[in-house]
């Protein structure tokens, strides 16, 4: 059915109602961004690539660093929120579906001391696993402050998230496919992996770029389980090098690769899965 053209008034009313969101955007990101792209080149008054020769030599590593633990991150988060959404979509848990939601109203600097407390060498962790009789007393866990817990504790955080998006996608597939599954002998396991992820292709890889590109700017998280040595995210980098040191320059060039890191992401969606 052909949706007929609005009429010229109509259309200036929403060009007026779309103004002032779009100026936000532009004098609130664009205008910043430009500035910290010009910023990004400049250094002792001259154009120079000086400040992206820092970040390489200085923060290369923290740059590989940032992608694998978002990586890790996102792994985990899908790992763990396919499934719940699957089993939620398939049958009723009002509980389990309440309790998942309740990481969403945690901020995220909690999330950071809760897991560098839960995750500790001698933390809650290994209290309960002692107490269920699997490890001895004299065991240490020593992951709450590496890679591995940093990712546990950002896939915690944006489980409920990702969780809510898929149960949403999964539950616009038509429920007949699903009767179709069943008629064949399919159990849950087979509608989850057969039936619904692939028929919401597209909403789980906007999840995706939507979780992974807030990993890789998180903060808060990161610095509360910092061990203040090795490899950082690129976020606690940013806020040192422009809060401590004053150097807007490669702070600002730190700024271009988070964000190329992400369009990265963004860019591979829109060309690939959105089409």
Do not use: C
């Amino acid at each position: 059915m052909r949706v007929p053209r609005a009429r010229p008034v109509e259309q200036l009313l929403w060009w007026m109602a779309a103004v002032p969101a779009t100026a936000v955007i532009v004098v609130g990101f664009g205008v910043p961004l430009l500035q910290s792209l010009a910023a990004s080149f400049v250094r002792d008054g001259r154009i120079t690539l000086a400040n992206y020769e820092l970040v390489y030599r200085l923060y290369g590593q923290d740059v590989v660093y940032t992608v694998l633990v978002a990586a890790a991150g996102l792994v985990l988060t899908f790992g763990a929120g396919i499934p719940l959404a699957g089993y939620l979509r398939l049958h009723a848990a009002p509980t389990v579906e309440f309790l998942l939601k309740i990481p969403l109203f945690v901020p995220f600097v909690v999330v950071g001391h809760a897991m560098r407390i839960f995750l500790a060498p001698r933390g809650t962790l290994l209290s309960v696993l002692h107490a269920l009789g699997l490890i001895s007393p004299d065991a240490s866990l020593g992951f709450g402050q590496t890679w591995l817990g940093l990712a546990i504790a950002l896939a915690w955080k944006h489980l409920a998230l990702i969780v809510l998006l898929l149960m949403g996608a999964f539950r616009a597939v038509d429920e007949s496919y699903l009767e179709a599954a069943r008629g064949f002998g399919a159990g849950t396991i087979r509608q989850i992996w057969a039936v619904l992820v692939p028929m919401s292709a597209s909403s789980l890889a906007l999840a995706a770029v939507l979780a992974l590109t807030s990993m890789l700017a998180s903060f808060s998280i990161p610095l509360m389980m910092s061990r203040g040595s090795g490899p950082q995210m690129l976020m606690i980098d940013l806020y040192y090098r422009f809060g401590q040191h004053g150097d807007f320059g490669v702070a600002s060039a730190l700024g271009v690769v988070s964000y190329l890191l992400a369009s990265g992401a963004a860019y591979y969606y829109l060309r690939t899965v959105s089409r």
